[in-house]
């Protein structure tokens, strides 16, 4: 009753001025970008190639965090076809729980052959960056499967803008709990001094020297694990089918005696789980945490989902990728300040909305997820 | 007891009152057809009885024992499967993953292998293809995956609903077939169908349905006989 029947289709569709004026506004600003790029390199000739592999190396260490994070969307999304638009919140959930985790270890004293008077987290530093992911993934699980439980479950079968409302009102509350109990100042991410924030290995590129941070090699290595990993889930588990059957159809995928709504709580502790590791990671690289820092990063991740194809998780940790390298290097190639590296993410979003709504790896959207 | 009994079952779409009070009974080893139009009602029926709908008057006993309290999910574990209107196969995931989600309610691996051979057996097609995405497949196919991944399920009664909606006549009689051999393996069958002819050629009962409601019962026999059914539903005039 329910199966979406093959509508039947015009084979030819004309060319519509919207979509005459979308090729000329492509042509123009892919022209642009091309001269741009000319000018930069071969002209102007401002940043040697130093430069250029710290702004690589940058991107690829952010374009990880957003990937895990926007793999978090496209797993909701893929199942309840909604925006789970608290994400951001649940990465902050994540990060703070790795900064109480540091500070607790910190306040732990220890000692070492090399320095008797120090604590747990300097002279344990792998065992605390360990348990720091495990709690600040563990805390986000738990938000992620209680947000789906108190805000999105009871909404099951409300029109699809609902849950989306929902989804902010979560976002606000949690944003505002935050800031209700750990204040709202921001703090410093206290990492182990062995993994202490822009030390690490010096290559030296072309005249100049650039600094491969531990804290960055880290948060790069550890998201391609959590990737890898979590694309074993979904191939070949049986959870991760079932998921997968679930996304597809749920009447069908009860009747294989799937627990529907079992699969969706756990989507939303994996998705959260991976937010939390997002999160941690953030702390540890880039040092800052406070009540609203899940919110740039989510609404960047979302970006990258919906650029990779919202739904498609190979999409998701591609366009997390490719969003962080085009916002730390793009400034640079369009000339532009770089505190607009914000404007060129979200003026992405703009034009893939515009341009291929579907992202660059999604299928073109079926009657019933519309 | 009959294995399945449903009695006086009203279900509604909102406000849409689709059954109207339905009451039939499938015994332990019997193929049963429920024949109708469109809109008649069929398919509520089976939804009704899988769970997926609940109806709001009525009770679906299988075995004993109500399912008024039971979510699809444990439906299935009690031993019903179905085979959706449409096929409803996972068209992005692999013919065996496919086979594998159907038997997700059985905890014994043991029996797996040997529930593959024997649906391989029943649908050499799909041993061909089962490394190919199910989206790929013709009707025909994902009809024969839709059935053996209920198979895999090692149903005690296998709901069909409209097995051969959408198939070439020479498909239809081979799945027809293959249902009878399901059958005369021990599965009880209770077989919704717009092909009339077809399902009552190989069921020992039917039910005739009309607007929600049950207008006829018999032996298949006695409905091919039927005057009204030659008329409505066999297209004999």
Known sequence: METAKPRTTALKVPLSTYRIVQIILAVIFAGYLIWRIYQVFFVE???????????????????GVYSLIAIGYTLVYGILFMINFAHGEVMMIGAFGGYFTFEALR??????????????LNAHPTISVILAFLIGMSLSSTSGFFLEKIAYRPLR????????ISAIGASIFLQN??????GAQRRDYANPDALARGIGFEIPVGEGIVVLTYTGVLTFVLSIVIMIVLYFLVQRTRLGRSMRAVAENKPVAALMGIDVDQVISRTFIISGALAGAGGVMWGIHLGLVFFFVGFIPGIKAFTAAVLGGIGNIPGAMLGGMFLGIVESIGPAILGLNFQLKDVIAFAILVLVLIFRPTGIMGEVLTEEKI | MAFLEVHDVHTYYGNIHALKGISLTVERGEIVTLIGGNGAGKTTTLRTICGLLKPRRGKVILDGEDLADFKTHQIVYKGVAMVPEGRGVFARLTVEENLDLGAYSRNDRATYASDLERVFGLFPRLKERRKQVAGTLSGGEQQMLAIGRALMAHPRILLLDEPSMGLAPILVEGIFDTIKDINREGTTILLVEQNALMALSIASRGYVLQTGQIVLQDSAENLQANEMVQKAYLGIE
């Open chain 1, 45 to 63: 000739a401002v940043y040697g190639p130093d430069t250029w592999m710290r702004f690589t190396i940058a991107g690829l260490i952010l374009g």
């Open chain 1, 107 to 120: 306040a732990i004293p220890a000692s070492t052959a090399t320095n008797p008077d120090t604590n747990f």
């Open chain 1, 157 to 164: 079968g409300a029109p699809r803008l609902v849950p989306l």
């Open chain 1, 177 to 182: 709990a935050a800031q209700l109990l750990f």
